[in-house]
T-cell receptor, first 113, second 114 residues
Framework: GAGVSQTPSNKVTEKGKYVELRCDPI?????LYWYRQSLGQGPEFLIY????????DSGLPNDRFFAVRPEGSVSTLKIQRTERGDSAVYLC???????????FGQGTRLTVV | GNSVTQMEGPVTLSEEAFLTINCTYT??????LFWYVQYPGEGLQLLLK?????DKGSNKGFEATYRKETTSFHLEKGSVQVSDSAVYFC?????????????FGSGTQLTVLP
């Protein structure tokens, strides 16, 4: 595609529910990153993939958060038992290779009520 | 750990004014430094970068110089335009082992008035 696509653009869910956020990276990009941006803050790293494998998941806040990239392209960020504190904009980025420019999607705004 | 501190906003300037947004960092190792910009309704975009000390990144009239002695990467533009209104983020990247994380500052909102 022309850019990184994230769906949905907005998601409202009830506390305790499960949500999935999807990221379609730029075609051919091998590296994919997830970040979380709270209101008034800069993005915070969650996880990155090189191909299908999670090369660094040190930013995931707890075991309620999980991400997959089974075919090395599309990635899904999964959040179980959502809490109000999970409300944020979740950003995805991809790059052609590691250490090359990362291109960001417009994000998914998650609101937990 | 790694961290980025940038000038708090919001910053409001008149068109053609001079812009400086301060950014300082703390890092273990030798980071690459970046400025990202987020225009209203759009995703984060890379504005400029510098990968080693004394490098100057530049793009669209913006400049920033990697100053290792002061651990700074201040963003400057000589004459801002209304179209420069956006949120600006300073960031660093340390590539070490399996780590490839960008660490961002909290962002500075810039509004340029005609």
């Amino acid at each position: 595609g022309a850019g990184v696509s994230q769906t949905p653009s907005n998601k409202v869910t009830e506390k305790g529910k499960y949500v999935e956020l999807r990221c379609d990276p730029i075609s051919g990009h091998t590296a994919l990153y997830w970040y979380r941006q709270s209101l008034g803050q800069g993005p915070e790293f969650l996880i990155y993939f090189q191909g299908t494998g999670a090369a660094d998941d040190s930013g995931l806040p707890n075991d309620r958060f999980f991400a997959v990239r089974p075919e090395g392209s599309v990635s899904t960020l999964k959040i179980q038992r959502t809490e109000r504190g999970d409300s944020a904009v979740y950003l995805c980025a991809s790059s052609l290779q590691l250490n090359t420019e990362a291109f960001f999607g417009q994000g998914t705004r998650l609101t937990v009520v | 750990g790694n961290s980025v501190t940038q000038m708090e906003g919001p910053v409001t300037l008149s068109e053609e004014a001079f812009l400086t947004i301060n950014c300082t960092y703390t890092a273990t190792g030798y980071p690459s430094l970046f400025w990202y910009v987020q225009y209203p309704g759009e995703g984060l975009q890379l504005l400029l970068k510098a990968t080693k000390a004394d490098d100057k990144g530049s793009n669209k009239g913006f400049e920033a110089t990697y100053r290792k002695e002061t651990t700074s990467f201040h963003l400057e533009k000589g004459s801002v335009q209304v179209s420069d209104s956006a949120v600006y983020f300073c960031a660093l990247l340390i590539s070490s082992g399996s780590a490839r994380q960008l660490t961002f500052g909290s962002g500075t909102q810039l509004t340029v008035l005609p």
